[in-house]
């Protein structure tokens, strides 16, 4: 048998960089993305969205729609499931609005055609009625004593008495005494920070075809990170069974957190179900940005004490976070990371989740800690500035280790924030010569990660190759690295091995591909399934040698007698097993059911080199490394692409992304050409640095490496940019506009 | 939507004189798909003139260049001459989006679209460019800072349509730049947009043309900015005046794309810059 | 609302459909011509997903009318492999890891294909601009660009 407990060298395979099992499908264009399915008899729908921030609904005119060629269904929210509570109702309500439009771009109607130009043409024929309500769009403004009310009645007990009721819910934690620990400070640091809302920016838009017949027995192909949570919803929204709808994930172009919420995939079927025929329902990418879950909007105060010796003696923060027009921004875990890096005696966090005239927000990569990340190692660099320490000496001094009791409350298994400093401080690029105008930042950054519920099902064939079916849609690769860990475990070649992103009719539960949870949970899932199967195969070999299931060995892909049998039988391969299996008791599959809990915490550290024209504000990044504790790399190719991924799209959201709302209240830059993602000019190469310190959590070690990356970018371009310009950025975008500002405000005294 | 696909200018002209309903020309394609895509504009007669003959040639004409209505940034940008002679014009157009937007973006189009921001029309008024305009009465001509009109607005009258853009021969000692100023290294619109073309003599500036975009509802030539460097040898002074009177020349507006103080700021910034560029081009030693 | 008839060659292939006035070369490839590997990431040129080449010239086929592909030769990422053989573009993209998720691939492939036919020995500053309007959310561009320089170094060696 293959070790049970941690394996963490000697590995041959999982360490290795091979070829990724979908590549050809990729670089030939055939691999079906969400858009990409057709159905016979197919209609395609377009959805009417309010072009109001708040409005009531006071009626909806589809006969002009209906009336038109080629039109077989309209629905509205009198379409969908009555009844819903909870979260399913407010999952419905963002779907297709009721009776109030609570945000530019709110779902109010929905049309099939049979061309996708018809259904455009019918969606604009659809004529409904508003009553402008008043809107509120800024955090800080939607908490105010006058601004207007979401929806009254929203707020969840752990609000304090007193407040606005658009603030939904209450957060706050911490230990010691922070009052005291500031006294005992040589120097405290007091700031505030806002950063605006982002946007995943997926390149591909929200698509599904789906069937949905009057027996409550449907079909789902969609793009998504998390199929059996498009079942579960789906279900619920149109009003039949979990178990009548099967949904099968397509290729995913991208998601980042924002393809963990259901959207479009009742509304098509609810069409289908009117029209009796498939529906294909494509998102265009204005309504993507309008309509899906853009980052909450952040206004965020830091207080931060510490000693001549730069010794943090306190902190705290307090952390708004807009969620849009439902509950949920997760200002809890803003509050949790905020000061995770650091071993405090005093520590306070408190965070407020604020609703307003928005979409509402959804998970983009360790949703809420880059935010909290930017304010809080900005305060640090000033006060490392101010008392003129060395930022990352500073950060060794004072960080987590195994054993500290983290800011949120547990003690800190072993983690692997001290190693990626010290990786940072050997690095070349810490000690290189900057050029005038340059600068230079270093920030930390932490992320929880996830296990979650999670079923892998690996099947032998005859020919001793293996299949195996996992439910975690493969976002970036991760096909390749279960491959791996079950040709480690199985001792057969990589090439040997299928992995197929199984539909939700074929396995058991699987929670979303997210929490950087798919290499560590489907992983795990992965490497106990093939310990199953090893266990069935020597089971085999050990009833064909007549000896006790116990005295067989699994070393190189082979079965072996052991102990007092060891050497009387030659060798079993698992070829060899499997071809007889359909004579020695039928078909070996293994599997693994289980929710793992042992997700170890990730952390890293990046150092970034940027370049300020004084003169026009603009900035470049001229140089970034990104070091992160993957706790094992199973495939290091992907884990760099990761940390390059996470970087890439914090230098975004530091210099130029952002949501921007008129006075209206409506979107003014839904499109790629003004919410200004990085291309490929924009950016140097990235550097990685690769930390393994082992998660005791995992069978070899792993720790999720997708989200960690993009906690430490905004902090870090923050303190180079304010290094090179001389003037402390609180405010993100750090925009040319806000950079030549900041320096005329700085000028002018 | 009827698409017509015209042999002729005069064709595409009677077209365009009796269509009913909203019509647009079809260049290179790239504003009028995006707002059809976006359902901004959904042209009710659209007229494809990539049919008619030369409207892809690029021609020495009176010492000079015709540039056929349909000729694309890439086409510019690989024409040697042209670029040699004119690099401020043929950079402005080639700043104009990606190098896909290249291979279908036009002049003409970036023209008649009628945006304040429309890269190559600064370094087109500056250059001292004109276009030939086919319409009712047969084929006139325009300089081009009298076709903007205002945001998506030009002078053109129903039926008009711009045939070719005419630039004047280049000259002895001269030179031409454009820059602009975009948040990030490419594919945005500009948030301010500056060309300078001059001439020199003996290191002194004797001619100059400035022209701004997006810092008024039209682009700008600003006569101030061109006084305050003819005479000099474009010393640190004419510098310094050259960009007082850009900056005092914007009118802009605050938007997703800038504001008012930064776009006024900048616009001498890039007026600075981009003069010395135009200088040494005109073999001026800076 | 009549529709129009195109006659073209799409990879070599003469092919003709029926297409309404209003619908983009994108559309015509995906829905009526089932070439589903040029992708509509944005409808508005920004974001390259849709490349392809007309006559050998890069555009994206979102910004062009079905309706102008007449008479003209289009190349799709459907046409770069040779057969079974991937294009060397092709097979470094894989062993370099130079995607993720895999939808801007395509659009990225082709226009890289266009910049090597059109300048063998690129430097990374003009591998960059060629292709800032193929937006990557997933990669953070550097192994993209790496593997178009290296495939770049290599066919200068074996020609």
């Known amino acids: 048998m293959a070790p049970d407990g941690n394996m963490t060298n000697g590995f041959k395979v999982v360490g290795t960089r091979p070829k990724r099992p979908d590549g050809i499908d990729k670089v030939t264009g055939r691999a079906k993305f969400g858009a990409d399915a057709t159905a016979p008899g197919m209609l395609h729908a377009s959805i009417v969205r309010s072009p109001h921030a708040h409005a009531k609904i006071l009626k909806i005119d589809t006969s002009k729609a209906e009336a038109l060629k080629g039109v077989k269904a309209v629905v509205t929210r009198a379409d969908f499931a009555e009844g819903l509570t909870g979260e399913n109702w407010n999952i419905l309500e963002n779907v297709m609005a009721s009776d109030t439009a609570l945000y530019d771009g709110h779902a109010v109607a929905a049309v099939a055609a049979t061309t996708a130009l018809g259904a455009r043409d019918a969606a604009k024929l659809i004529e409904v009625e508003y009553e402008l309500l008043p809107h509120v769009t800024d955090v800080d403004k939607a908490m105010a004593d006058d601004a207007p009310v979401i929806r009254a009645g929203a707020a969840d007990k752990s609000v304090p008495e007193g407040l606005h009721p658009n603030v939904v819910r209450y957060h706050e934690s911490g230990h010691g005494d922070v009052d005291k620990g500031f006294s005992e400070a040589d120097l405290v640091v007091e700031d505030s920070f806002k950063t605006e809302a982002t946007h995943q920016g997926y390149i591909e838009p929200h698509a599904c075809l789906a069937q949905l017949g009057s027996d409550g027995k449907g079909e789902v192909w969609c793009c998504t990170q998390g199929h059996f949570n498009v079942q579960k919803v789906c279900a619920a929204l149109v009003g039949t069974d979990s178990s009548q709808i099967r949904v099968t994930p397509s290729e995913i172009g991208g998601g980042f957190g924002g393809k963990t919420v259901v959207f479009i995939e009742p509304v098509a079927l609810a069409l289908s179900r009117k029209a009796n025929r498939p529906v294909k329902l494509v998102m265009s990418r204005s309504e993507v940005f309008r309509a899906t879950g853009p980052t909450a909007s952040t206004s965020i105060d830091i207080k931060i004490g510490m000693t001549r010796e730069g010794k943090i003696t306190a902190a705290q923060g307090v952390f708004r976070l807009q969620g849009g027009a439902f509950p949920g921004a997760p200002m809890e875990f803003t509050a949790m990371c905020a000061f995770a890096p650091y071993s405090l005696e005093n520590v306070h966090q408190v965070g407020y989740d604020v609703m307003s005239n928005r979409p509402k927000q959804a998970a983009y990569r360790a949703p809420g800690s880059p935010m909290a990340a930017f304010a809080v190692e900005s305060v640090i660099d000033e006060l490392c500035n101010k008392l003129d320490l060395d930022s990352i000496e500073v950060r060794l001094k004072n960080a987590s280790k195994e054993g500290t009791k983290a800011s949120y409350g547990p003690k800190f298994e072993r983690i692997g924030l001290v190693e990626t400093l010290e990786a940072a401080k050997a690095h070349p690029h810490l000690t290189s010569p900057l050029a005038e105008g340059q600068g230079r930042g270093v920030s930390c950054g932490f992320w929880f990660n996830h296990g979650g519920e999670t079923a892998v099902s690996l099947a032998l064939s005859e020919d001793g190759t293996v299949a195996i079916s996992v439910g975690t849609p493969d976002i970036g690769g991760s096909r390749a690295s279960m491959a791996q860990m079950a040709a480690e475990e199985l001792g057969i070649p990589y090439e040997s091995i299928r992995t197929t992103v199984a539909d939700t009719a074929t396995l058991g539960y699987n929670e979303i591909s997210h929490g950087s949870r798919v290499t560590y949970a489907s992983g795990l899932a992965t490497i106990k399934a093939a310990r199953d199967a090893v266990k069935k195969l020597c089971g085999r070999a050990a009833a064909k040698w007549g000896i006790d299931e116990d005295a067989v060995v699994w070393e190189d892909g082979c079965a072996k007698p052991s102990g007092p049998n060891a050497g009387d039988f030659e060798p079993l391969p698992l070829a060899k097993i499997a071809r007889s299996m359909g004579r020695t008791g039928g078909p070996i599959v293994g599997h693994y059911e289980a929710t793992p809990e042992g997700a170890g915490v990730s952390f890293a550290t990046h150092i970034v080199d940027a370049e300020v024209d004084k003169e026009t504000g603009q900035t470049k990044i001229v140089r970034y490394t990104v070091v992160q504790d993957a706790g094992k790399a199973i495939h290091p190719t992907y884990v760099e692409g990761q940390f390059q991924g996470g970087a890439a799209q914090g230098i975004g959201w530091a210099l130029n992304e952002e949501y921007i709302y008129g006075e209206d209240g409506r979107l003014q830059n839904s499109g790629f050409l003004d919410y200004r993602i990085p291309v490929a000019s924009d950016l140097p190469m990235i550097d990685t640095v690769i930390v393994e310190v082992p998660n005791p959590g995992h069978p070899y070690g792993v720790r999720g490496v997708g989200e960690t990356s993009i906690c430490p970018p905004l902090a870090a371009i923050a303190n180079a940019v304010s290094n090179a310009a001389g003037v402390r950025l609180t405010e993100l975008p750090m925009s040319p506009p806000r950079i030549l500002a900041a320096l005329d405000a700085q000028a002018n005294g | ?286 | 609302m009549s529709m129009i008839h195109v006659t073209t060659t799409v990879n070599g292939d003469e092919v003709e459909f029926l297409c309404d006035p209003r619908e983009t070369l994108l559309d015509v490839l995906r829905d009526r011509l089932s070439l589903t590997g040029a992708k509509e990431g944005c409808g508005t040129g920004d974001c390259g997903a849709c490349s392809v080449t007309v006559d050998d010239r890069l555009v994206c086929s979102c910004l062009m009318l079905g309706a102008e592909a007449e008479g003209k030769s289009i190349g799709t990422i459907e046409g770069m492999a040779d057969g079974e053989a991937l294009h060397p573009l092709q097979e470094k993209f894989i062993e370099y890891a130079a995607l993720q998720c895999g939808v801007c691939t395509p659009g990225v492939l082709v226009a890289t294909e266009a910049l090597l036919k059109k300048n063998p020995d690129p430097t990374e500053t003009e591998v960059r601009y060629w292709l800032a309007g193929n937006l990557c959310r997933c990669t953070g561009y550097d192994k993209i660009i790496r593997a178009v320089l290296d495939t770049a170094a290599d066919l200068r060696k074996a020609s």
């Open chain 2, 1 to 286: 939507m009827d698409y017509h696909t015209p042999g002729s200018f005069e064709d595409a002209a009677a077209i365009a004189a009796k269509a009913e309903g909203v019509t647009r020309f079809l260049a290179g394609g790239t504003d009028v798909l995006v707002q059809l895509r976006a359902d901004m504009v959904t042209p009710d007669v659209l007229i494809d003139i990539k049919q008619i003959a030369g409207v892809k040639d690029i021609a020495r004409e009176e010492g000079g260049w015709r540039i056929g209505a349909a000729v694309s940034g890439a086409e510019m940008t690989e024409h040697n001459e042209l670029d040699q002679e004119w690099p401020g014009v043929v950079e402005a157009m080639d700043l104009i989006g990606s190098t896909q937007i290249q291979g279908r973006a036009t002049l003409v189009g970036n023209l008649c679209n009628g945006s304040p921001a429309a890269d190559s029309v600064p370094a087109l008024v500056a250059a001292g460019a004109s276009v030939s305009v086919v319409g009712k009465s047969g084929t006139r001509k325009m300089p081009v800072e009298d076709i903007p009109a205002g945001p998506g607005k030009t002078n053109l009258e129903k039926g008009d349509v711009v045939s070719a853009v005419h630039l004047p021969a280049r000259g002895d000692n001269a030179g031409d730049a454009y820059l602009r100023f975009i948040p990030r290294t490419e594919m945005d619109i500009a948030v301010v947009g500056c060309a300078v073309n001059l001439r020199l003599d003996g290191g002194k500036v004797i001619e100059a043309r400035v022209s701004l975009g997006a810092v008024a509802p039209t682009v700008l030539l600003v006569e101030d900015a061109a006084q305050a460097i003819v005479g000099t040898s474009l010393d640190e002074a004419a510098l310094e005046a050259l960009a007082a009177a850009a900056s005092s020349a914007c009118n802009p507006i605050d938007d997703k794309r800038g504001t008012i103080a930064f776009r006024t700021h900048v616009a001498g910034v890039l007026a600075k810059r981009a003069a010395k560029i135009a200088y040494e081009r005109a073999g001026g030693a800076k």
